[in-house]
């Protein structure tokens, strides 16, 4: 984002620090440790996007204790600083300031935008929806590219793979030996003076056996030119040793990135037009593969449950808008009432707990792979549980009336958007103390 948070949030006196400049650091610190939660625990991410949503979340809400409490480690006497009543919004805030640093990440941002577009219209507030506006943007900008990569078409395989640059081959010149050098040494270790009679510059072999030997020039440059000629072959050969295997070798590796990336484009192209027709034939048929029956017949409600579940089963958590629509068009074509009827959150929740025992099997598995955590969590995470689906605990859970009213296809979307985003941000695999990295 182009301004931080915090800033944003004392800018539209959402809360108020007076003049006191210093006191937004301890703010900032906070922010810093929460950030640090949310990367070690990315499960926790949805969670905390609808505390950070809920103008109206109440001061003994877990994670807004939770929040306050890492706030009192770098500011023990906040509370004089601030009314009850803004304790909630400075926490918000905190939480806020702490999910825009942490979405560089791109589970944690599809977690925090698809959480986003669900719960604002329920429970966002105008005074800070630009805020918001700027965070969901820049993570479906980014999430799109992640998203067309995985959905290629065979074209975007074809474009990605026509070229192949060959490395520049560099030859290694070699060096020669300098003859004339050589032959003025060798000159010098035969005897003092040159073929002219000159002193040799070098230093000289003082001894003549008597006088100078007439082989004793002829020996220099006879036995400088075998010399420089062996190490010159020797120099050589072990020069064109040295390119034909750093040649090869380069070649190789260029080849092997080459097939490489064609492969891995090639697999991700094929991952996506299977995806692409696996959620047409299932459109179509109109069949939940996890329950083993159609979804003609099942209550709206159920019927969204199951839709949202298999939907997202075939396209994991980084998938276009446009699977959205796919959800929405499945269940408009189980019957068209689905797009106008509403019903309550607790009528739904009624009629999913009280799905037969097949169902109720069906939705357990699906849905309990989404993480519940204490206060505030995704509707999904409640569906694993039919003992949690009370018109209580709904209320308290959601931060939502339990009266509020959505169509199946409403429900649907909103539980698919839980469901991938729990496939984006898993909890962390733990590894077992003594297990080899």
């Not at 409490?69 to 023990?76: A, V």
């Not at 977690?111 to 005074?127: F, H, K």
């Not at 089963?313 to 629509?325: H, S, Y």
């Not at 709904?394 to 958007?417: Q, Y």
């Amino acid at each position: 984002m182009a301004a931080d948070v915090l800033q944003r949030f004392l800018t539209k006196r959402l809360f108020d620090v007076g003049a006191d400049d210093a006191r937004v650091k301890p703010l900032r610190d906070a922010a810093a440790d929460v950030a640090a939660l949310i990367k070690a625990a990315p499960q926790r991410t949805a969670s905390m996007t609808m505390v950070a949503i809920d103008s109206r979340i109440r001061p003994n809400e877990p994670l807004v204790v939770e929040v306050m409490k890492i706030l009192e480690g770098h500011w023990q006497s906040y509370a004089g600083a601030f009314t009850d009543d803004k304790l909630p919004t400075v926490a918000r805030a905190i939480v806020l300031h702490a999910l825009s640093a942490t979405m560089g990440s791109e589970p944690i941002a599809a977690a925090v935008s698809l959480t986003a577009r669900t719960m604002l219209p329920y429970l966002g507030d105008q005074a800070d929806f630009d805020l918001w506006t700027d965070i969901i943007a820049d993570a479906d900008r980014r999430l799109g590219l992640r998203a067309e990569r995985e959905w290629a078409l065979p074209s975007a395989a074809k474009a990605a793979t026509g070229e192949f640059a060959a490395p520049a081959a560099t030859a290694l010149a070699p060096q020669v030996v300098n003859k004339t050098w050589l032959a003025e040494r060798l000159a010098a270790a035969s005897g003092p003076n040159s073929e002219d009679g000159e002193a040799s510059k070098a230093p000289a072999n003082p001894q003549w056996p008597n006088t100078g030997e007439q082989w004793s020039h002829s020996f220099a440059p006879i036995a400088a030119n075998a010399i420089a000629g062996a190490v010159d072959a020797v120099i050589k050969s072990l020069a064109q040793k040295v390119d034909e295997r750093d040649g090869a070798q380069a070649l190789r590796t260029a080849i092997a990135d080459y097939v490489t990336a064609a492969a891995e484009t090639l697999t991700r192209t094929a991952i996506g037009l299977e995806r692409r027709t696996a959620l047409l034939w299932w459109k179509e048929s109109l069949y939940s593969p996890s329950a083993h029956q159609s979804y003609r017949g099942l209550d709206p409600a159920v019927a969204a449950a199951l839709t949202a579940l298999d939907a997202s089963a075939q396209t994991g958590a980084f998938a276009p808008r446009m699977a959205e629509a796919m959800v929405r068009e499945t269940l408009a074509s189980i019957d068209p009432a689905i797009s106008t009827d509403k019903r309550t959150l607790a009528a739904c929740a009624e009629a999913i707990a009280c799905a037969d025992e097949t169902l109720r099997t069906a939705l357990n598995t699906g849905f309990s792979a989404v993480h519940r955590g204490t206060g505030r969590t995704p509707l999904a995470s409640l569906l694993g549980d039919a003992d949690a689906l009370t018109p209580e605990i709904i209320g308290v859970r959601l931060g939502l009336a339990p009266d509020t009213e959505v169509t199946a296809i409403d429900l649907g979307i909103w539980l698919f958007r839980d469901l991938q985003a729990a496939a984006a941000t898993p909890p962390p695999v733990r590894r077992k103390r003594g297990a080899k990295a």
